[in-house]
């Protein structure tokens, strides 16, 4: 079945310092959603790629699709406190149903 | 944008006692809601595909007999945790098979389960 592997398993940054998780698929993908889940938290959407080569930007947040649209990364500029928490990328599993990569827990230290 | 609420949020039991889970779907209905299990400092896995007045659709692995769904109305997926035991404390997020203009699907607050 449909899976996605996603690196590194945990981060740790100093506050101020750039974050990025990549996402991976050895088959072509559909689109591919990115949530952040913080601790005791569901997970929450960010956004979703559908294009090869899409690049999306959400304030200090970076999205990449690549032109195989088999990966995908999450890049974060000037890391903050309130980025902690993990976030994973999803790939459609078929009709709205979501395979989850193992995600990429970021810890923040001020 | 659409809602879906779980309930409980959290719940304790004691091994060998059954707990439903309710997922609704707050201002939409919804003939397909997926429910997820995560534990503790892992991903979400699929569990199942709950499909409204017929049964639900159980991932590889997944004991149809120890997690039992009910998809009865467009509103309300259950998700009942037969004779529970530790192993099956985690916790349970629903998602509802509906997607937004930009694709996101709606997910629930999610359902904590201790099994003492």
């Known amino acids: 079945g449909q899976q996605v592997m996603q690196i590194p398993q945990y981060q740790h940054v100093q506050e101020g310092e750039d974050f990025t998780t990549y996402c991976n698929s050895s088959t072509t993908l559909s689109n591919i959603q990115w949530y952040k889940q913080r601790p005791g938290g569901h997970p929450v959407f960010l956004i979703q790629?559908?294009?090869?080569?899409e690049v999306k930007k959400q304030k200090r947040l970076t999205f990449q699709f690549g032109e195989a649209k088999k990966n995908s990364s999450l890049h974060i500029t000037a890391t903050q406190t309130t980025d902690v928490g993990t976030y994973f990328c999803a790939a459609s599993g078929g009709y709205n149903k979501l395979i989850f990569g193992a995600g990429t827990r970021l810890a923040v230290h001020p | 944008g659409a809602v879906v609420s779980q309930h409980p949020s959290w719940v304790i039991c004691k091994s060998g006692t059954s707990v439903k889970i309710e997922c609704r779907s707050l201002d939409f209905q919804a003939t397909t809601m997926f429910w997820y299990r995560q534990f503790p400092k892992q991903s979400l896995m699929l569990m199942a595909t709950s499909n409204e007045g017929s049964k639900a659709t159980y991932e590889q692995g997944v004991e149809k007999d120890k997690f039992l769904i009910n998809h009865a109305s467009l509103t309300l997926s259950t998700l009942t945790v037969t004779s529970a035991h530790p192993e099956d404390s985690s916790f349970y997020i629903c998602?509802?098979?509906?997607?937004?203009?930009?694709?996101?699907?709606?997910f629930g607050e999610g359902s904590r389960l201790t099994v003492l």
């Open positions: 998602s509802a098979g509906l997607l937004a203009s930009d694709g996101e699907l709606f």
């Open positions: 790629l559908v294009k090869s080569g």
